[in-house]
């Protein structure tokens, strides 16, 4: 690999360092078991209880329609 006229930062000598070692294959392998291992053991739930935070309000005013309900309780929440 020609060297180039400037300077490497941190993040460039990291990767040329990578590029010219033979350790890298090792360790990409060594990732990919680790993430396939990581998948095989974490629990899968098919029905996980999922709590969705939510409110409901109920009015009752006999006689009142939707618009008079929207505009005098939904509106000022």
């Not at 060297?3 to 990409?28: C, D």
């Not at 990919?32 to 709590?51: D, H, K, Q």
């Not at 409110?55 to 008079?68: C, D, K, L, Q, Y």
């Amino acid at each position: 690999m020609a060297e180039s006229p400037h300077r490497l930062n941190l993040a460039g000598r990291l990767a040329s360092a990578f590029f010219q070692s033979k350790i890298t294959v090792l360790v990409m392998i060594a990732i990919g078991l680790f993430g396939v291992l990581a998948i095989m053991v974490t629990p899968r739930l098919y029905n996980p209880e999922i709590v969705v935070p939510a409110a409901e309000i109920f009015v009752m005013r006999p006689g009142s329609n939707s618009t008079e309900i929207h505009n005098l309780v939904v509106r000022p929440l």
